[in-house]
């Protein structure tokens, strides 16, 4: 994580962070590092493992280290202070080309993000022709491994990620999110 389990308060609390990511994305670290030892997976960069073992009998592997990439997106997806979407630039442009205004984009990304049933994430993600687009994956899938773009942006909706903070009520965590901890700056260093 690039800041401290107290800088997403409150709209992550301390409490959520210490599981999430100290129990939570630890454990999926600490199970990769279990299955492919002494395996030639273990010399791979974690996204070559991730790819390479999607859709194979290895569901363990995959499972773990697509978990282990897909955490690390996602806190890299927020800081402190975020929120406040840039008004001009590249990624404004794009958004409003694809999404007519941010406003758009905030309302199909929260729709995305609270209908997508059971664990999974939701995606901004840019297409071969420069097109952004908002993408649901399920359990521990990504845009990576089926091909739906360059990601930009994720936010975990499974329940891990929000339940000690919001209860059922993933459209608050989705709204606080996107209003006050999304990290554009690394949004807009993906879109290149
Ligand atoms: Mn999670």
């Known amino acids: 994580m690039p800041y401290g389990d107290t ?3 409150p709209v992550i609390s301390q409490n959520t962070v210490s599981f999430h990511y100290g129990k939570h994305h630890q454990g999926y670290v600490t199970k990769l590092n279990e299955l492919v030892a ?14 390479g073992t999607y ?9 773990n280290s697509a978990q282990v990439w897909n955490h690390t ?3 890299n997806s927020m800081k402190k202070g ?3 979407f840039p008004a001009t630039g590249k990624l404004a442009d794009a958004m409003k080309a ?3 205004d941010f406003d758009g984009f905030k309302k199909e990304f929260s729709l995305a993000a609270t209908s997508q049933f059971g664990a999974g994430w939701v995606w901004l993600v840019v297409d071969e022709a420069g ?4 993408v649901k994956t399920a359990n521990a899938d990504n845009p990576l491994v089926l091909n739906l773009g360059t990601p930009l942006l994720t936010i975990d909706v499974w329940e891990h990620a929000y339940y000690l903070d919001y209860q059922n009520k993933r459209g608050e965590y989705v709204t606080a999110w996107l209003d006050k901890l999304v990290n554009w700056d ?3 260093r993906n879109l290149g």
């Open 7 to 9: 800088d997403l308060a």
């Open 55 to 63: 859709g194979t009998d290895n569901v363990g592997i995959f499972n």
């Open 98 to 100: 694809s999404f007519v």
């Open 73 to 75: 997106f996602y806190w």
């Open 186 to 188: 690394f949004a807009i």
């Open 131 to 134: 097109k952004l687009k908002v």
């Open 82 to 84: 975020g929120g406040g």
């Open 38 to 51: 002494g395996k030639d997976w273990a010399k791979k960069p974690l996204e070559a493992v991730m790819k």
